[in-house]
Structure formats: structure tokens, C-alpha cells
């Protein structure tokens, strides 16, 4: 079965967040792009994300108010 690929509209989409913070979030989650296409408009590259990457790196984020600088020793 071959890999579901996202664009970023469709990762933004699911973090609830805008395509240019979708890319940020990305980034900070360590999650690379899989591959690239044309633009069907602008035939510009367009980045596609393994959506199962994008699944699992999201649901393991701390959440909001996570105090990840404390260490409990």
C-alpha cells in the first residue's frame, strides 16, 4: 500500500492551525518533507508530509501548559 501524503493545507488542517504555522509546527516536531511535486497552478516544487509521521508527531507533544524545562529528580 503506498504511503498517504499530505500538502501543508491538508497538515494544517489537521493541527487546526494556518499553512504558515503548520510549517513551523513542522519544523519544531522534526517532521521533513517526504517528497515533492509540481504545483498543479504554479508548477512550483510542493512539499508532501507522510501523513502517518505527521499523526503520530503531533500526538506526541507535550500540550499546552507542559512545563518540559522541569525535570523531576
Do not use: C
Not at 3 to 30: C, F, N, P, Q, Y
Request: aromatic share 4%; net charge positive.
Amino acid at each position: 500500500m503506498a504511503d498517504e501524503l499530505w500538502t501543508i493545507e491538508d497538515v494544517a488542517a489537521h493541527l487546526g492551525v494556518k499553512s504558515s504555522s503548520a510549517r513551523g509546527a513542522l519544523s519544531r516536531m522534526g517532521v521533513r518533507a517526504h517528497s515533492f511535486r509540481p504545483h498543479p497552478d504554479s508548477n512550483r516544487a510542493q512539499a508532501l508530509y507522510d501523513a502517518q509521521q505527521v499523526r503520530t508527531a503531533h500526538a506526541d507533544r507535550p500540550g499546552q501548559g507542559a512545563r518540559t524545562d522541569r525535570t523531576t529528580d
